[in-house]
């Protein structure tokens, strides 16, 4: 079983929608989620950060996490075409160093 | 402010030779990190730095070696390249008050024929 995984994609979803992007976890020790964006042929970079169970908003963007089942998620309101990208997972675990998921596909259809 | 830079962007290798990926930041931070990108694998770390003087081990470390020259600069090795080791190659770094933020440079994409 991978450490961290990720739902495969890729997705798709017209403009305006919500963009559903999950993943889970297997080290109960983590403490630490982050999701990056990445960007064809570009360097990940970071779009949000989570610590603690619950919703984190920002802007368009709600990163969820849910400790006692492993998961977090992030969620994508009035999706745009310029969101489409990869979108990586990463936890930071009892070793802590990041460890990533192999990342979804996301395009936003016009 | 560059923040993380790598050089070079591009390197074609024959199995066997030997090659040097820089990376330097100019964040000031303490920790330093280099991961390889394969389609469908995600990032794989393969050595990390904490602070200077200081380097350790990630997931895939066999076939490389890495060297912490100052705070600024991260150097990843190649000894006897191999056509597994065909990636892009991600340097980044963290530190300051957000010590969980990871920056990472623009890659390198390194052949290995």
């Known amino acids: 079983q991978k450490e961290v995984e990720q739902n495969s994609g890729p997705l798709s979803v017209p403009e305006g929608a919500i963009a559903s992007l999950n993943c889970t976890y297997s080290d109960r020790g983590s403490q630490s989620f982050f999701w990056y964006r990445q960007y064809s042929g570009k360097s990940p970079e970071l779009i949000m950060f989570?610590?603690?169970?619950g919703d984190k908003e920002d802007g368009r963007f709600t990163a969820q996490l849910n400790k006692a089942s492993q998961y977090v998620s992030l969620l994508i309101r009035d999706s745009q075409p310029s969101d489409s990208a990869t979108y990586l997972c990463a936890v930071r675990g009892s070793a802590r160093q990041l460890t990533f998921g192999s990342g979804t596909q996301l395009t936003v259809l016009p | 402010n560059a923040g993380v830079t790598q050089t070079p962007k591009f390197q074609v290798l024959k199995t066997g030779q030997s090659m040097t990926l820089q990376c330097a930041q100019d964040m000031n931070h303490n920790s330093m990190y280099w991961y390889r990108q394969d389609p469908g694998m995600g990032l794989r770390l393969i050595y990390y730095?904490?602070?200077?003087?200081?380097?350790d081990k990630g997931e895939v470390p066999n076939g490389y070696n890495v060297s912490r020259l100052n705070k600024r600069e991260f150097s990843l090795r190649l000894e006897s390249a191999a056509p597994s080791q065909t990636s892009v190659y991600f340097c980044a770094s963290s530190g300051g008050l957000n010590h969980n933020e990871q920056f990472f440079g623009p890659g390198t994409r390194l052949t290995v024929l």
């Open positions: 730095s904490a602070s200077e003087g200081t380097t």
């Open positions: 989570i610590y603690s169970n």
